[in-house]
């Protein structure tokens, strides 16, 4: 998969939790947006979880840049953080 991405241009290579369930994401390109989570709550109810605070401040950069991530089971990929974060 990160291959993919890679070909693609849009690599993560930084996220820092923020207050108020927002990522502060550096991407490859230079470019830094900050995506709040909680735009995801209404159509994936699973991600409430993030509202615990110790949880949401373990993510970390997962499959190699092409998401953040805080299990297994629960990751944001790259394209929606880069379509729908807000440019810093």
């Known amino acids: 998969m990160p291959e993919i991405t890679r070909f693609y241009g849009i690599i993560i290579n930084k996220v820092i939790p923020q207050q108020n369930l927002v990522l502060l994401i550096e991407f490859n390109n230079g470019v830094s947006k900050k995506y709040s989570v909680d735009l995801l709550f209404k159509q994936f109810p699973e991600y409430r979880i993030l509202e615990h605070k110790p ?4 993510v970390y950069v997962d499959c190699g840049g092409c998401s953040v991530a805080w299990t297994p089971d629960i990751d944001i990929s ?11």
Do not use: A, V
Not at 55 to 58: G, K, Q, S, Y
């Open 78 to 88: 790259e394209w929606e953080l880069w379509d729908n974060g807000i440019s810093i």
């Open 55 to 58: 949880l949401f401040d373990t």
